[in-house]
């Protein structure tokens, strides 16, 4: 099945091997643009089409020229993590490998 992937993580897509990879230079979780912005969005699935009908070779990887809509303020603040937040963020992660661990050990 010809497969085109869109998304923002370059190394870890490429790594994996995909056929077809168009690269959007987004925050991760947001591979189309911004919600509510359908003129970027059908911009960027008619890059991943054209992808699609172009591509000459396996594993080919396409940089979207389509720039995120504001400035670059949200590569700074991407991933941070607050002072005071530190400690509930570290439990929760606690629970979360607790319980998948538990979902896959075998009854």
Same mark, same amino acid.
């Given at each position: ?11 870890i ?11 959007? &230079? ?10 509510? +912005?359908?003129?970027? $969005?059908?911009?960027?699935?008619? $890059?991943?089409? /054209? %992808? %699609? ?6 594993r ?6 389509v ?5 670059? &303020?949200? +590569?700074?603040?991407?991933g941070?993590?607050?002072? =005071? ?5 570290? /439990? %929760?992660?606690? =629970? +979360?490998?607790?319980? $998948?661990a ?6």
């Amino acid at each position: 099945m010809p497969t085109v992937i869109v998304g923002s993580a370059l190394d870890i897509v490429e790594y994996c091997g995909v056929p077809r990879f168009l690269f959007t &230079d987004f925050p991760l979780g947001n591979p189309c643009g911004p919600p509510w +912005r359908p003129d970027l $969005q059908r911009t960027i699935a008619g $890059q991943a089409l /054209a %992808l %699609l009908r172009d591509a000459a070779a396996p594993r080919t990887t396409r940089r979207s020229d389509v720039p995120w809509p504001s400035d670059d &303020d949200w +590569r700074p603040r991407y991933g941070r993590v607050k002072p =005071e937040d530190v400690e509930r963020l570290r /439990a %929760l992660g606690e =629970e +979360r490998r607790r319980t $998948q661990a538990q979902a896959r050990t075998p009854e």
